[in-house]
């Protein structure tokens, strides 16, 4: 049974999950961000450091908060998917979101 396998191992990484939450809410904090994909403030902040280093996406301040803008043109790593543009993957988990 599918449910049986949960905790076990998932679909997506750690990268992923962070890149949907930002696509979601351009403007949510680190704590939130770690809180969402259920992981430390210090690995969320290491995942946006490797997003960011990669170029899918740019950090820009406003005051005192974060705002994050993402580069949707680049495409996904693995060589399976190299021609898998950003942006299809947030789109197929933000398309029913009503932000985007």
Known sequence: M??????????????????????????IRLCDIAAACHITERTAQ????????AGY?????????????????????HPTEAHVPVRALLELFTRHDGKR
């Not at 290491?46 to 280093?53: A, F, M, R």
């Not at 301040?61 to 974060?66: L, S």
């Open 57 to 77: 996406l740019r950090r820009e301040r406003a005051g005192r908060r974060t705002r994050y803008i993402l580069c949707l043109d680049g495409t996904l790593r």
């Open 2 to 27: 599918v449910n049986e396998q949960t905790g076990k191992w998932s679909f997506l990484t750690g990268y992923a999950r962070v890149l949907i939450v930002v696509a979601r809410d351009p403007a």
């Open 46 to 53: 290491n995942i946006v450091t490797g997003l960011e280093q």
